[in-house]
């Protein structure tokens, strides 16, 4: 089970930092992901960290999001800076490659310019 938090309203160039707190074996023993889904775009996937911490982001949020963990509070976290409007989305946290059925509500982040 993630519970992801953190999201909200923000205009351009600001921060938000978004929390997925799990629970289970599942995600405290494998690769995590924060993923966001747009309106009418599919789920992708923008940052990824490794159960040994290496960590990995699409081209269009290098240098702005840092994705980090911490397995003694069971969360993942998403530092989002300089933020964009293409950035609005809905973001959401499973282990990577997801697994269905492991998904959470997610946590809506909008933009504005």
């Known amino acids: 089970q993630v519970v992801e938090s953190g999201g909200g309203l923000v205009q351009a160039g600001g921060s938000l930092r978004l929390s997925c707190a799990y629970s289970g074996s599942l995600f405290r023993f494998n690769a995590m992901g924060w993923f966001r889904q747009a309106p009418g775009k599919q789920r992708e996937l923008v940052a990824r960290i490794a159960l040994a911490g290496a960590t990995n982001y699409v081209g269009s949020v290098k240098g702005r999001f840092t994705i980090s963990r911490d397995n003694a509070k069971n969360t993942v976290y998403l530092q989002m800076n300089s933020l964009k409007p293409e950035d609005t989305a809905v973001y959401y946290c499973?282990?990577?490659?997801?697994?269905?059925?492991?998904w959470g509500q997610g946590t809506q982040v909008t933009v504005s310019s």
């Open positions: 499973n282990v990577d490659p997801p697994q269905y059925g492991y």
